[in-house]
C-alpha cells in the first residue's frame, strides 16, 4: 500500500521553497543598500538649533511641530518668563534656530527714611522777626517692596509692588513772629475770629486783643458769639481715634480769666449751630447733626433740629428735641441750614430746595419758596445764603433763577437776590445775578429821627456772575428795598473775596470780613477797609455787642 500522506507533504514543500527564498535574498538585498548609505535624519524630522544658557546645541525634532512642542522633545526647559524667539507657537516645518532668552523675577524689601516736612505758623501774639521751636521734626520710616527682572543675569528692570509706613514722619513746627505795627481802630461791641485752630477777641481796639482757647483744635465750623458778646459758641476737631466723631459742640465765657470750657454733649456739627437771640439770664442754642461717613463728602446729614437751653455755669436746663432726622429732601445727604429771627421766636431753614419756616410749636417745616435744587456734578450741594429781616416777618435770600441759556433749570448758573415780606407774599427781585454765595446779611436795626426802624442789606457779589461757583467776589450793601445799591470792597482792579459770611458791628457802621486770609473791617458808608491781622490764617469772624 503506498502512503500517499508523506508524497503529499513532500511535494508541498517542494513548491513553497522557491518562493522563501526569494524573499530571504530580498531581505539581504535591502540589508546591503542600507548599509552601503551612511546615516542621516528621516523624511519626518528637522534640526533645530538651540541658544540658551550660553550654549547651542542641535536637536532632530518632528516636522510641524510648534517651537514649544519640538523644545518639550528635545527636553529643553523652558520658564515663565523666558522670551522665546520665534515665539512658542510658531510652526517649523523646516530646519531652524531658536534663542531662548533667560527672564529671572525677585523680591527686594529695602527700609527707606521718610523725611519730615517744616511748616512755619505766623503768630500775631510774637514780635515780628521773632521765631519759637513748637515741635521737633522727626523722620519716619518705610519699607518698599521692588519687583526686579533680570534677563541672562542682567537687571532691568526694577518696579515698586507695595510700600508699608512703618513709622508715620512728625512734622518740624516753627512760630514766626507776626505782630505787626497796624494802627488801632475803635470797635463797638466784642469782635472774634480764629486764626489757625486758636480764637482770639478784640474789644474797646484793635489793639487790646486777646487770645482764647489756646490749646484747643478749634475746626471753624461754628464760631458764633451770644447775643450779649458774653459766650463763644465753637466746634472742636473730633478724636483722631474715633472717625465716627467730627466734632463736638463747646461753648466758653469770653470774660473768665481762667475760662472754663463747656460742654454741650453734641457731635457732628456740620452746617448750623447758633444762640437764640432771645437768651436773657439763660442761653438758648440750636444745633443740626450729621452721621460720619467713610465716603465724599464724610458726613451724611440728619436734618434734624435740637434745641438746649443752659446756664453760664454749664449747667443744662432742657434739651428738646424739635425736628427728628428726615431724609431733607433731594439733596438732603448735604444738608439743612437755619437762621434765627430776630426775636428768637422762629427759625428760617434752607436746603436745596427751598426757603420756608419752622414751626416750633408744631414741629413741622411750612415751605416758603420752592427751587429747583443746583445740579453741582460734584460731592456738594448749594444751599441758598438766607437771612431775617429786623421786623421778623421778610426774609432775605439767594434765589436759583432761570436758564440763561439752553441748559436746563437744574444746570441754571443765574443766582439773584430777592426777599419775601411776609409769608406767602410776593417775592420781590433785589439784586440779579449777584452769584451763589451771595450770602445776604442784614444790619442791626437804626431808628431814623422819625421814630422810623431802618436797616440795610449786605451781600457779596460774584465779579463772574455766571461763573459764580469758582468766581471772586465784591462787597456790595444797599437798602431793603434794593435802592442805594453801594459797591465798598475791595476797590474794582483789586484781588476779590472769597465766598463767606458777613457779619455788621453792633451799631450798624462797620462790617467784618476776611480778605487775602487775614481780618478786616470795612467802613458801610466809605468803603475803606482797615486790616487788623497780618499772619494770614484768619477762618472765622463773629461781631456781636
Known sequence: MRDYTSRSRAQQTAALLPRAVGHILFAVVMAFQAGCAGPQATAANIAIQVQADGTITTYAVPSGSTVQQALASAGVPLHELDRVQPPVFTVLTQDAAVQITRITERFEVESELLPYERQTIRNEALPEGETRLLQPGVNGAQETTYR????????????????????????EIIMVGAQAAFS?????????????????????????????????????????????????????????????????????????PEPTPIDLGAENIIHFADFSPASGDTYQVAYSTAEATAGSPGWQSNNDLV??????????????????????????????????????????????????????DDAVLEAAVDMTPYQSLGDWAWVPGIAWGQDARTLFFVDHGSPVGLEGEAASPAFDIAAQPSRGGQILRLADRTGMFAYPSVSPAQQLPGGEIAYRLAFLQALAPLESQTSTYQLVVMDRDGSNRTTLFPASGEAGLAAQPLVWSPDASRLGLIYRNDL??????????????????????????
Open 148 to 171: 526686579i527682572l533680570e534677563e541672562e543675569g542682567t537687571e532691568v528692570s526694577r518696579t515698586v509692588v507695595k510700600t508699608t509706613v512703618q513709622t508715620e514722619p512728625i512734622p
Open 184 to 256: 488801632p481802630v475803635p470797635v463797638t461791641g466784642t469782635l472774634a475770629y480764629l486764626a489757625g485752630s486758636t480764637a482770639w477777641v478784640m474789644s474797646g481796639d484793635s489793639g487790646s486783643r486777646h487770645p482764647l482757647l489756646l490749646d484747643g483744635k478749634l475746626d471753624g465750623r461754628v464760631f458764633k458769639l451770644s447775643p450779649d458778646g458774653e459766650l463763644l459758641l465753637y466746634t472742636l476737631e473730633g478724636p483722631a481715634d474715633d472717625p465716627a466723631i467730627i466734632n463736638t459742640l463747646w461753648a466758653v465765657v469770653i470774660s473768665d
Open 307 to 360: 434745641i438746649i437751653t443752659f446756664a453760664s455755669s454749664g449747667r443744662v436746663l432742657d434739651i428738646e428735641r424739635v425736628l427728628d432726622a428726615s431724609s431733607g429732601g433731594p439733596y438732603g445727604w448735604w444738608g439743612t441750614n437755619f437762621a434765627w429771627s430776630p426775636d428768637g421766636t422762629r427759625l428760617a431753614y434752607a436746603r436745596p430746595d427751598g426757603i420756608g419756616i419752622v414751626d416750633l
Open 520 to 545: 478786616w473791617i470795612v467802613d458801610a458808608a466809605t468803603g475803606v477797609g482797615q486790616r487788623l491781622t497780618g499772619d494770614g490764617q484768619t477762618l472765622a469772624v463773629d461781631w456781636k455787642l
